[in-house]
T-cell receptor
């Protein structure tokens, strides 16, 4: 069974530039999560989707972050414009029941 | 605000030692507690605990939950260098949101 796929694995951009991350969840998993993980910290939830509906986006900084999951499968997380403090690993996870399976993450560096 | 606290933050032991990692929590509408192992990339699932006092075991790893005292422990016996990783504890609440602790960084010295 293929796991959660994320791309790119690494991204380096200059501040004020836009950036987008892509996630393909495990087939059949209706719930998709985007997390942010800073160095030395646990993952923090940004947004959770049930199919194509964002059911929890309370932690998403909506002034610069946006996400979509148009057909209830793949998802894209965008930052525009990126700031230095956005440097982190962005993890995508999917679940069918309670167990969440994580992708390898995208490590973003903002210069 | 939901809170998950792990201790110690880091631990260095010799191969063959036994370690105990701690996780305490304060959340509203507890559903389950999960342990993950994170090496250089994605967290990988270890255990999910929902009931007090029932030990879950997988090889040299075991975990137990105390819902009265609001904590869980993860034990690793006969540690190996491949056990070196960050161990994350997370608590799932009623709306399925996971709150993670900061993790315990375990280093096994050969």
């Amino acid at each position: 069974e293929a796991g959660v796929v994320q791309s790119p694995r690494y991204k380096i951009i200059e501040k004020k530039q836009p950036v987008a991350f892509w996630c393909n969840p495990i087939s059949g998993h209706n719930t998709l999560y985007w997390y942010l993980q800073n160095l030395g910290q646990g993952p923090e939830l940004l947004i959770r989707y049930e199919n194509e509906e964002a059911v929890d986006d309370s932690q998403l900084p909506k002034d610069r972050f946006s996400a979509e999951r148009l057909k209830g499968v793949d998802s894209t997380l965008k930052i525009q414009p990126a700031e230095l403090g956005d440097s982190a690993v962005y993890l995508c996870a999917s679940s069918h029941t309670n167990e969440q399976f994580f992708g390898p993450g995208t490590r973003l560096t903002v210069l | 605000e939901d809170k998950v606290v792990q201790s110690p933050l880091s631990l260095v032991v010799h191969e063959g030692d036994t370690v105990t990692l701690n996780c305490s929590y304060e959340v509203t509408n507890f559903r389950s507690l999960l342990w993950y192992k994170q090496e250089k990339k994605a967290p990988t699932f270890l255990f999910m605990l929902t009931s007090s006092g029932i030990e879950k075991k997988s090889g040299r790893l075991s975990s137990i939950l105390d819902k009265k005292e609001l904590f869980s422990i993860l034990n690793i016996t006969a540690t190996q260098t491949g056990d070196s990783a960050v161990y994350l504890c997370a608590v799932a609440v009623g709306n399925e949101k996971l709150t993670f602790g900061t993790g315990t960084r375990l280093t096994i010295i050969p």
